[in-house]
């Protein structure tokens, strides 16, 4: 494989997200660290070489920029068993995969985002606005994981998957966000199970 290069915002889930997949599978990754506070993603350097929408998470691979976290984690995890081999299975965990960007991540991770990083005091009209609505999705998210994972393990198969990885991310620091991770016990143990992944390693890492 080609020399890796993870373009970056340590705190940011979705980058933690490629951290932890190259982690578990003992794949070694430059970090080249970004401050988004401060608009360092959008100067004409990084907007030139790194990725004109101006966002990371970026896996450079050798020569080559894979903006999207999702993305990012199928390319490190081809030919892993963090793919299921079952056809269904390896759909369905693509399923879980585009919920958590379009359900899970847009709740849960803003209000993280909102909360820890710019702080309820500093929040725009808009923001305020929609911080009873998030916070309800957010927990519909949640209960709905809880409840899948009351008859199972992983969110597909008997064993990890990319899934897990990109619900995990979030997910874990969600009470950063406001959210009460005590109110679905099912979602608790999975996240210790993730946690003991081999290879396993922390957000702060």
Known sequence: MSNLILHEYAR???????????ACLGLPVERREYDIMAGATRTPSFLDTV???GRIPVLQVGDRFL???GAACLYLADGSA???ADRFDRADMMRWMFWEQYNHEPNVATLRFWRLFIGDDRLN???RAQLPAKQVAGEAAL????EHLSTRDYFVGDRPTLADIALYAYTHVANEGGFDLSLYPSVQK???QV???PGHVTLDA
């Open 125 to 127: 009209d808009l923001q």
């Open 51 to 53: 990725n004109a929408n």
């Open 190 to 192: 999975w996240l210790g």
């Open 195 to 197: 946690a003991a992944m």
């Open 67 to 69: 903006p999207e976290s």
């Open 82 to 84: 963090l793919l299921p």
């Open 143 to 146: 209960a709905l994981m809880d």
């Open 12 to 22: 940011s889930g979705n980058c933690y997200k490629i951290r932890l997949t190259a």
